[in-house]
């Protein structure tokens, strides 16, 4: 158990609808990762968050948003969903220092489907 | 730019077998660090190993070892004596800094299929 959680884990809804996904970070971390994982493909970066405020952007479509609360978790927004959006979503987390990097403990998940 | 190569898709050994899963890293900044996590069939990301640019040090855990090469950026992953639990994608990620924070790459993983 890598202490960070997701919810929920499975989430089928249609075309055009929007949803939530939650993440809770592990005890101490300030950092939060959100990653896409396609069938048979690779991670894909889509933001971070440290602290409350977005520290990087990778490759997140206008249609998604997130954000990072007072309590550490963070939120990512699916809008106008699309097919292409079914995919397995990560949230991480890390100690996060200016003058270091550290490792990344995933969470579970969340498999988006979209029909 | 960073970029991370993991040239094998996919390897099948059969158990008992070593493997070794190669890593190959560009990057122009003399501090960054790399990483192995490990994924297998239930998904869950699992962090491996963290290793900085000025660590050449090999380093060995179990039936697992890692070979960083500077000279060849390079950041190999050997499973000694495989076992079918090893089964699983295996992503090298390299973080460097940029613009002031520090950005991860993943490469895009190599499938290790460990057969009784």
């Known amino acids: 158990d890598s202490g960070v959680t997701q919810t929920p884990k499975h989430l089928i809804t249609a075309t055009g609808q929007r949803v939530t996904l939650r993440c809770s970070p592990r005890?101490?971390?300030?950092?939060v990762y959100w990653y896409q994982q396609s069938l048979d493909q690779g991670l894909q970066f889509l933001i971070q968050y440290y602290n409350g405020e977005e520290r990087a952007k990778g490759n997140i479509l206008e249609r998604f948003s997130a954000q990072q609360f007072p309590d550490l978790h963070s939120e990512l927004n699916l809008s106008s969903l699309e097919l292409g959006d079914s995919a397995l979503y990560f949230c991480a987390s890390s100690v996060d220092s200016r003058s270091s990097s550290y490792e990344q403990y995933f969470g579970p998940g969340t498999r988006l489907t979209v029909t | 730019a960073q970029k991370v190569t993991q040239a094998q898709t996919e390897i099948s050994v059969v158990e008992k077998e070593d493997v070794t899963l190669d890593c190959v890293y560009e990057?122009?900044?003399?501090?960054?660090?790399l990483f192995w996590y490990k994924q297998p069939p239930s998904g869950e990301l699992v962090f491996l190993i963290r290793r900085n640019s000025f660590d050449e040090q090999n380093e060995i855990s179990g039936r697992y070892s890692w070979n960083f090469q500077k000279s060849t950026s390079s950041f190999n992953f050997t499973i000694t004596a495989s076992q079918v639990v090893d089964s699983a994608v295996y992503f090298c990620a390299l973080s460097e800094l940029t613009s002031g924070t520090y950005k991860y790459i993943f490469g895009t993983g190599t499938r290790l299929k460990v057969l009784a």
């Open positions: 990057t122009r900044d003399t501090t960054y660090y």
């Open positions: 005890s101490g971390d300030l950092s």
